[in-house]
């Protein structure tokens, strides 16, 4: 680690600033390979290029830059002379040590439209374009490690989950897993599809909502493919991968929606942490009986709308006239936000198809816009698997109670209230000091 202000070496040395490219144009790099999305074949549909190097800027086939949001931590270091601005890294032994695919979903850009279905083993499906100079990257790595949950610690320790060596690995109460980081790959056709405008006005609202960092999105339409600066996903699979598509194994699906206060640091304001816990060990058990588990973990703070939103909303709730009540729960964050969730569902079941899920027999969620927006792309949906009451936090009763007004499926555990009723559901007081 090289400490900051320290002497660049000279391989790394900042070059002088000449000219300065604010934009392109597609006259701009007419030799950079084709993206033909929806290609099942991975030399046809063509290899996702984001180069930013000085000497590789003319393959770039895309808009954007990889490592979403943390692209802008390489430009620091290039602004510094700490790192080459034209390193190829050493992709020789980083493959994939399961294989995951092909499924046929990878071949139909309705079914993924937000990420790179190849971008998982570009050794495999790229080396020809490797050795001929390309400076291809994943936007998929896969790895297997052991992971270590209190709550599932105790549950070993207890004896309520055996260890078999497999899934549990051993009496520490450590799971073994498979997991695979994914950047998003987003083909700006198919998203304009999905929302319901036309791709120029996409481009439009991204553009100007970025205030202007992106201006190839209004000068490229050649480019149909943008890497936004934007967190990834995560998808932790429980038992053996190949499990997740044999029509005679059982199947565990959790889809989460990252919550740093709860799921980190235990916050008691909301069921994220104790539903992903649940998740785990159900998708574990699941596993233990010969079937699968998987939890797909989306770097979406806040419902998407950041963490400094979220806590000024928790503000507003306590604060409001007569407390945090769940009658106005979900009015709060559109008074802050202007919009109560831009999560987006239907950009989610992607990662579903990537591992070519077809039928999950476990469904361990309650909202209504994730079931909707999976079966609508034909992924069918046995069991809809609600938290334990008794995992529910005292003071997280308020968004429990809201949410299920609101049309999450409850089943037989959560009734849905009256409004007169939702209203007499209150969180804890602000303390005094507040």
Request: with cysteine.
């Amino acid at each position: 680690m090289i400490a900051d202000g320290s002497p660049s070496s000279p391989s790394k040395k900042r070059p002088k600033l000449s000219y300065i490219s604010l934009t392109t144009h597609p006259s701009t790099s007419l030799g950079a390979l084709k993206i033909k999305w929806g290609e099942s074949d991975p030399i046809k549909r063509g290899p996702v290029i984001a180069s930013v190097g000085t000497t590789k800027q003319f393959q770039r086939n895309v808009i954007g830059a990889h490592s979403g949001s943390y692209c802008v931590y390489r430009g620091l270091a290039a602004a510094q002379g700490k790192v080459d601005r034209d390193h190829t890294p050493d992709l020789a032994t980083t493959v994939p040590p399961v294989q995951i695919g092909p499924f046929p979903q990878w071949g139909d850009a309705s079914k993924i439209g937000c990420l790179d279905p190849f971008g998982h083993d570009i050794v495999k499906h790229y080396g020809k374009y490797l050795k001929e100079g390309y400076d291809i990257r994943p936007t998929i790595a896969v790895t297997r490690a052991h992971i270590d949950v209190p709550e599932i610690v105790q549950l070993v320790k207890s004896g309520k989950m055996p260890v078999d060596g497999k899934v549990v690995a051993n009496k520490a109460g450590q799971l073994n897993i498979t997991k695979a980081a994914i950047e998003p790959v987003w083909y700006l056709p198919e998203l304009a599809r999905r929302f319901g405008c036309d791709e120029q006005s996409l481009r439009q609202n991204l553009f100007e909502q970025t205030n202007g960092m992106y201006p190839e999105l209004m000068t490229r339409p050649d480019l149909k493919c943008f890497m936004p600066p934007i967190g990834g996903l995560t998808i932790y699979i429980f038992g053996d991968v190949k499990a997740i598509t044999d029509p005679n194994k059982e199947l565990t699906v959790r889809v989460h929606d990252e919550c740093n206060g709860s799921d980190v640091f235990g916050s008691d304001i909301c069921t994220c942490r104790p539903y992903l816990i649940h998740a785990i060990q159900v998708c574990a058990e699941t596993a233990q009986r010969g079937g699968a588990g998987v939890c797909i973990y989306f770097r979406k703070e806040g419902r998407a709308l950041g963490e400094v939103t979220k806590y000024l909303v928790y503000n507003l709730r306590k604060r409001q006239v007569g407390g945090d009540s769940a009658g106005q729960y979900f009015n709060c964050t559109e008074r802050v936000a202007g919009v109560q969730d831009v999560r987006f569902q239907s950009m989610m079941p992607d990662a579903l198809h990537w591992l070519g899920i077809t039928q999950i027999d476990n469904f361990i969620s309650m909202s209504d816009m994730k079931y909707n927006a999976i079966v609508k792309t034909g992924i069918k949906i046995v069991n809809r698997v609600p938290i334990p009451e008794e995992l529910v936090p005292a003071d997280a009763q308020v968004e429990m109670q809201a949410k299920v007004f609101a049309g999450y499926e409850g089943g037989d555990v959560y009734k849905k209230k009256t409004k007169e009723e939702l209203d007499q559901v209150m969180g804890r007081p602000k303390p005094k000091d507040q």
